[in-house]
């Protein structure tokens, strides 16, 4: 299999991942008016293709001699169980944080929702993994918190503002408030789940018979396509907005509705399959541990941007939303700063 030798190969392909993980985002946006749960049928399928095609071409490649199937065949089947269930688990999640930026958009759910994951696993590693530095950690974790009360409160008060407009236009469909805290739980709730996922993609591919990254991703796909198709009768029989769906709904959809499924899931396992390479380097050629949290780290930024420089979600906001746009997207930066700092340190 293709296993990169040089740092600079190990940059590009984490360079390559933030791009990918940050922006697979933006073809739900750009399938149009098409409901989350149809969209995750594509979404699961693209990733298992593309993560297909990685493994029968990068992964059979290489002059190792060693291959996918091998790779596979020599793996435990505990490892094989550790990635489904690990695919099982960041499918639900991912499912709801796509609900959630079904309701709320990128801009919200992306810091959110990773926000709470960064500190679930976080906290997760702290206790299972090796020494961090506890001052860096949970500094950073403190800073990620205090970016998600500014998003919920920069998105709660976009709300308000939103429906005072309305009223004075006479378009206001009810008197009451809307309530912002649809969105903000679901992508909270994904985010727990979302961080919980990652440890068992390390027992995956931890000890002598533990699987590589192409054939973890294979397993991982397999895992979201399955779970899929039985999370969906869950959001398709009690929606989160609109009226419940039928199964034959899924194939009124455009060609071009499925096609954007279809590459966000393949853009996605392209990111999660680079990151995993570069964090199975061959040799003794590593990234810096610090560099590889911060790269891992930073999709949620990205895709921050595209929902609010692009789609302009949170486009008519007054100097309080504004300000704490710009704030929470710099406090979250500092946390993911400082989380990839505390590799440095080692806790006695």
Not at 183 to 212: D, H, R, W, Y
Request: hydrophobic residues 55%; contains cysteine.
């Amino acid at each position: 299999m293709i296993l990169p030798h040089d740092p600079t190969t190990l940059m590009y392909l984490m360079i390559l991942s933030l791009v990918c993980l940050g922006s697979w985002a933006n073809f739900y946006k750009l399938a149009g008016k098409w409901r989350f749960e149809l969209f995750c049928f594509d979404f699961a399928l693209g990733l298992l293709a593309v993560a297909l095609i990685l493994a029968l071409t990068a992964g059979n490649l290489g002059f190792d001699g060693f291959n996918f199937h091998d790779d596979l065949m020599n793996a435990g089947k505990r490892q094989w169980l550790f990635g489904f269930l690990g695919g099982v688990i960041f499918n639900f999640a991912n499912m709801l944080m796509i609900a959630a930026f079904s309701v709320a958009g990128i801009a919200l759910t992306f810091p959110v929702g990773f926000g709470v994951a960064f500190i679930v696993g976080s906290a997760m590693s702290y206790a299972t993994g090796p020494g961090v530095s506890p001052a860096y950690l949970f500094g950073g974790c403190g800073l990620l918190a205090l970016a998600v009360i500014l998003n919920c409160s920069a998105y709660s008060r976009l709300g308000v503002l939103k429906h005072e407009n309305q009223a004075r236009a006479g378009t206001a469909r009810s008197t009451r408030r809307p309530s912002a805290m649809q969105g903000i739980i679901l992508a909270m709730v994904g985010g727990v789940l979302m961080g919980c996922f990652a440890p068992l993609l390390g027992k995956a591919q931890s000890t002598e018979n533990g699987l590589g990254p192409y054939s973890l991703m294979a397993i991982f796909g397999l895992a979201v396509v399955f779970s899929t198709f039985v999370c969906n009768l869950f959001f398709m029989n009690l929606p989160i907005e609109g009226d419940p769906l039928e199964f034959s709904d899924y194939f009124k959809g455009s060609v071009r509705q499925h096609a954007m499924g279809a590459i966000g899931g393949g853009l996605w396992a392209l990111g999660a399959t680079a990151a995993l390479v570069v964090a199975t380097a061959k040799g003794d050629t590593h990234l810096p541990q610090m560099t590889f949290d911060l790269l891992s780290k930073s999709a949620p930024l990205l895709a921050a941007l595209f929902g609010l420089l692009v789609w302009r979600e949170y486009k008519g906001g007054d100097l309080r939303v504004k300000l704490s746009t710009v704030l929470m997207l710099l406090v979250f930066a500092g946390g993911v700063a400082a989380i990839s700092l505390a590799s440095f340190y080692t806790r006695t």
